[in-house]
């Protein structure tokens, strides 16, 4: 009965923070925080302090499933390879190369999103790979790296702790980032000052010093009523727009048409209140700038996007200690699975495919032709399935029936494909329309690497074997390369991540020894000597000067109307996670699911005679779900909102998918909504 | 000083402490805490490498080794169950710090019936190690654990400045040790006594004073009524309450916190019982399966938190307070809301801004003098005097603490109402406890695979039911009650009980009135059909029985045998009546007058929902029965039913073994019973 302890990283939220896995006797018995991690500091969110109960769920999947009429029943891996390899060479003969996809796993290791790319590019010859960073910081990976050069944080989450002001836009930080919620009350503590803009009022926005609760989707508005104000005033960085900026005078211009007069009226936040934060913002020199999907899930989500790094370079804020733009991403390693290029349209560190030289390198090192033209990201694999263009898709981890826009219409593209592959933990909603479902290894039962949202690589430890026959995922991929015979050759974690760090310049100085050192280094790494970079673009941007582009207001797809008279958003709950699959595992965390879960203001569920606890039904033009209500001042009157993670009710089969041009972010926040109390209760809020 | 043998000795050097280590790792896992990439961390060792005697307390306490984070209860293969109980091979744990040595101390008291803690207590060995400095957020001197032992250990080393180790033992089994390690020969001086009192009044003088502490301890147990500076208000707890992010760090690492919650793990057929910890800052921690919160507000259960670990009746009942100063929620908090910034925002106006707990001021951390022990440090150094383990109110622990529940079949099915049945369960075997029940206890009732929960024998064997039976009237509202509904005649639950402290039944020539809301009736039940078997022929008693509306009525052929009753006064009121109600309309506080003055009642019990339970409460003062006399059914939801998991707890009581029945005057000293109705007038959670 010895118990060892293994150190690793959280496998949630993007925040990185260092775990303990208390292992007795090859099975997993609880967490503790490691009090000498640079960001966690000894704290764990509730997520992370019930991470060992989904990995010792016995619903794990343990062998290959294959579909046998309406039965999923278990195979050898010996079948379920052979017909997976079968699937995609018939789904490849019959429609060609780019008639097979690949969703690769925000979840899952650098290394497996690394064998995923590789596996699509080298050995399916497509660029058809994607994961879930379309559905939340596309547009910041778009916004960014049109005016700085990188989409990632610019800073790093210890920068909170010099920062004289926070400035939160559209993140529910203490809930979905806890332990960066948590520096954030800490820095506001010792005395700098919070503001907070969002349309809901969040724990943060309680303490905050001040509030601003605009329009949902009028970010854009807001924020060059901002830049206007600063301009008036002159509060602008006048020597830093001169060094480090372009287009400062179109700029200018441009948000000359946003007076505080129209801008209140159009966000509904006192013209004071956005002078005020101007000023703050403005004036103190190390500002830290954070936002989240409030910003990015809208049909404009790169403009509101690039309307923040307009501010944040107008007011000088980029490139030293304490400040910085900082989109906080979501899910543990969605910043690695964009940097090891599981994206349609880039290699590992963002060099591009269409990029001659770069595909010539990759080309060499994999021995392979690889394809120029950018692939289909995942919603556009959807469109392609149901017209019949793609035939075969392969998902490794990903619950897109669950998390995705418009549920109806992704179950009608799985369904339209001749073969579904699933890579899983546990039988998913996703897993469950699958042909073909290989058991994963969980994040404690492999070797790899995790890339958290402050860009910093840690490593990620095996501290028990997989159940039964579970493997990593890219041990699936290479098992299903040698069958379609281009093996990938990797044999170890490590071999992935020395190839990796050979093609990928920003993780070139990398090696597993030095990430444990203490605890990570933080891209970019070019060399074995590079102590690794907190802050970015410090002395020059990325991509050279720092790009002002004026951008201006677009509303939401779907406005309000009489038939539709709310305006639905989505948030996240502090005790779930993504669909649940991971977090509705551990019974005290289920515990905590609220006993309804759509937050309706009081005036509007007075107007419908509902209230909390009370069934109703909630209906966009895409369709309805019933669930209960909670009456809450949390929302402000004319917003009704729904967390996303929970199936009963799934908050996607009433939200747009109305694209935003640039990223194909659909318009996850804004939707428009009719509600009604009803009599019927509504099914029990219960795990899968 | 000392007339009997010391009871310590003094090794020459600290490399001598290596050879005491050899024998304790001689047949035992010998642990020790070691630096890691987890920071420090209770390590297994085999004693041949050097002692660190600098390493920083580790996060993860002591606890686990005797309370794991999870720990399997009971396992089932189809309809064989078995209890599993821990079989460690011996340990002994070298270098537990006073704070850790207190804290185990104190859940040997709290655990003091619980077989899986017994196991691994047993045989384990606790080498404490005194700390010389004070260390960085800790404040055990302020709670009185430290920085030297004052809790039971087995052996003591206290480095000396002068390099030399003092090496106290505390036990039989320690004395042992000191024989096999060759060290019993030793001596032990008066000088050596000296420079052992000097040492540890240099390391108690290193611990900074924070009046503070004690300003806010102070505030906590003030008596309500006490000066508006002396009590804490509401809005105070409530200031706390949104920095608390339900994280649940605190109650993790709290090496004295005990919550558990019980699930069931079910896979292909066969299952587990498994006991986690749980966290009472938890939203769900005492939510019922009505939905009705006792602690609804983020606020209220930081308040009760601290109170549990603060409060005199717990101090008392466990011989000293719930924390230990090691500092460790400080740390983990995400709120920053550990026990420092907790106490210095109670501490009243003199002791920091109370607007925001965040900007409270950094706390002040200046060195402070001793607290004077004028050198008379003896090694012996007296035990904290403590009352023995309190075993008042803890009568279900003579039972034994077991989760192995009896098999029952069940025998038959009563429908009362759409969602009201009531079931005969047959003991297979009869267990002559459950017909020796008295009206208002309970029993756990379990289904394998969907957990167990609490209900109140609805008939008991002394007033008619079959012996060898268990008769529940049970209301569906959760998960275990559809689960219940869904089984048929026949089928095989399990029941443990009977547990708690029912209503009185030693006086049945006193004339009483029952009062019942809804299915409270099914636990009054009990109490009526034992009252009217045992009372004098002539003794009157009334029944007020209230429900919703008609539809609702429970228990109807029980309602018409009373109906029939010589002397019994029955009065049935509905809320809602249809055209074909007949009878009164109302709520039963309405008609509880009449009923003590039909009948002259000298007592009353009352069940039924809170905000029932407290209008009738009212109700009888008004009516004239004394506070004494009235008695009150109170149910949270429970998972062990004997004092320990902590679901049920109201202020410094456990529901399921100091109650659940209690009289009026002393539910007014559970000013949480009803406070969350009181406040909102209903009992729907926000």
Known sequence: MTVQTIATTCPFCAVGCGMGLEVEEGRVIGVQPLREHPVSRGQLCAKGWNADKFVSHPARLTVPLMRRGRQLEPVSWETALTAAANALRAAQREGGADAVGVISCARATNEDNFAAMKFARAVLGTNNVDHCARICHAPSVAGLSRTLGSGAMTNSIGDIDHADLLLVVGSDTTENHAIIGARMLQAKARGARLIVIDPRRTRLAEFADLHLQLRLGTDIPLINGMLHTIFTHGWEDRSYLVDRCEHADSLRAAVADFPLERVERITRVPARDIVEAARWYATTPRAFLAYCLGITQHVCGTDNVIALSNLALVTGHVGIDGAGINPLRGQNNVQGACDMGALPDVYSGYQRVDDAAARARFARAWEADLPERPGLTSLAMQHAAKEGALCCMLILGEDPVVTDPTQHEVQRALEALDCLIVVELFLTDTARCADIVFPAASFAEKEGTFTSTERRVQRVRRALPPPGEARADWQTLEALSERLGRPMGFAAATHIFAEMTQLTPIYAGMTYPRLEEQFGLQWPCPDRQHPGTPVLHRERCTRGKGRLIPVVDTLPDELPDGEYPLQLTTFRLHFQYGSGSMTRRAPLLERENPRGILWINPADAAARAITSGMPVRVRSRRGEVRTRAVVSDQVPPGVVAMPYHFHEAPSNLLTNNALDPLSKMPELKVCAVTVEPQTVEPQAVEPQ | ?686
């Open chain 2, 1 to 686: 000083m000392i007339e009997e043998a010391p009871r310590a000795v003094v090794l020459a050097d600290r490399a001598a402490v290596d050879g005491l280590r050899v024998a304790l790792a001689h047949g035992r896992k010998l642990f020790e805490v070691r630096r890691g990439e987890t920071g420090s961390e209770w390590t297994r060792v085999s004693g041949a490498e050097p002692f660190d005697w600098d390493v920083p307390l580790p996060l993860a306490g002591a606890k686990r080794f005797f309370f794991p984070a999870q720990e399997p209860l009971l396992r089932w293969h189809g309809e064989t169950v078995e209890e599993v109980l821990p079989t460690p091979s011996p340990f002994v744990l070298c270098g537990v710090r006073p704070c850790d040595l207190a804290a185990i101390a104190y859940q040997d008291r709290f655990f003091s019936a619980d077989p899986w803690y017994a196991r691994r207590r047993g045989d384990a060995l606790l080498v404490g190690l005194n700390c010389l400095v004070s260390c960085a957020g800790g404040f055990c001197r302020d709670v009185a654990a430290g920085p030297f032992a004052s809790a039971e250990f087995d052996l003591n080393l206290t480095p000396l400045p002068d390099g030399r180790v003092v090496l106290q033992f505390g036990s039989d089994a320690g004395r042992a040790i000191l024989d096999t390690a060759g060290l019993a020969a030793a001596s032990f001086t008066a000088s050596d006594q000296h420079v052992l009192a000097a040492t540890a009044a240099t390391a108690e003088a290193s611990c900074p004073t924070r009046p503070f502490i004690a300003r806010a301890l102070r505030r906590i147990n003030a008596r309500p009524g006490a000066s508006a500076e002396k009590v804490i208000i509401d809005a105070e707890w409530q200031t706390l309450g949104p920095a608390c992010f339900a994280c649940s760090g605190c109650t993790n690492l709290c090496p004295t916190c005990s919550c558990f919650t019980v699930v069931d793990q079910v896979h292909m057929g066969a299952g587990e019982r498994v006991r986690y910890w749980d966290s009472c800052l938890f939203e769900g921690f005492q939510r019922e399966a009505s939905g009705h919160h006792p602690a609804p507000r983020p606020g209220d259960r930081v308040r009760r938190f601290w109170e549990h670990k603060f409060g005199d009746e717990f101090t008392e009942r466990f011989g000293r307070p719930g924390c230990v100063g090691c500092g460790r929620c400080d740390v983990t908090c995400t709120g920053s809301i550990g026990a420092l910034k907790v106490l210095a925002a109670l501490a009243g106006p003199e002791g920091s801004n109370l607007v925001h707990p965040q900007i409270a001021p950094d706390l002040p951390f200046s060195k402070g003098a001793s607290r004077g022990e004028d050198g008379q440090v003896n090694p012996e150094r007296e035990r904290r005097s403590v009352s023995p383990p309190s075993l008042a109110g803890k009568g279900a622990r003579g039972l034994g603490f077991k989760f192995l529940p009896h098999r029952a079949l069940i025998a038959e099915i009563i429908p009362e109402s759409a969602d009201t049945r009531t079931f005969v369960l047959q003991l297979e075997p009869p267990v002559p406890d459950f017909d020796a029940a008295r009206p208002g206890q309970f029993v756990m009732l379990s289904i394998l695979g969907h957990g167990e929960a609490a209900f109140t024998l609805s008939r008991l064997a002394r007033a008619g039911a079959a012996p060898g039976t268990v008769v529940l009237t049970i209301h569906k509202v959760g998960a275990l009650t559809g689960a219940l509904f869904a089984l048929p005649r026949g089928a095989a639950v399990g029941v443990r009980g009977p547990f708690g402290h029912g209503f009185p039944d030693d006086d049945p020539a006193c004339p009483a009135v029952y009062v019942a809301g809804g299915c409270g009736l099914a636990p009054l039940k009990a109490a009526i059909d034992v009252h009217i078997a045992m009372r004098p022929v002539g003794t009157p008693l009334a029944i007020v029985s209230g429900t919703r509306d008609a539809e609702a009525r429970i228990l109807r052929s029980a309602l018409a045998s009373w109906q029939q009753a010589s002397n019994v006064h029955l009065i049935e009121c509905v809320e809602r009546p249809d055209s074909d109600w007949g009878g009164r309309v109302g709520v039963v506080s309405d008609y509880v007058g009449e009923a003590i003055a039909v009948v002259g009642a000298r007592r009353a019990a009352i069940c039924g929902p809170p905000a029932m339970l407290l209008a009738t409460a009212e109700a009888l003062c008004r009516a004239g029965l004394g506070p004494e006399a009235i008695y009150v059914a109170l149910e949270r939801s429970m998972k062990c039913g004997m004092g320990e998991c902590g679901h049920c707890y109201v202020n410094h009581h456990y529901l399921c073994t100091d109650g659940p029945v209690f009289s009026l005057a002393e539910v007014r000293r559970l000013p949480d019973a009803f406070a969350a109705i009181e406040r909102t007038g209903s009992h729907a959670s926000p």
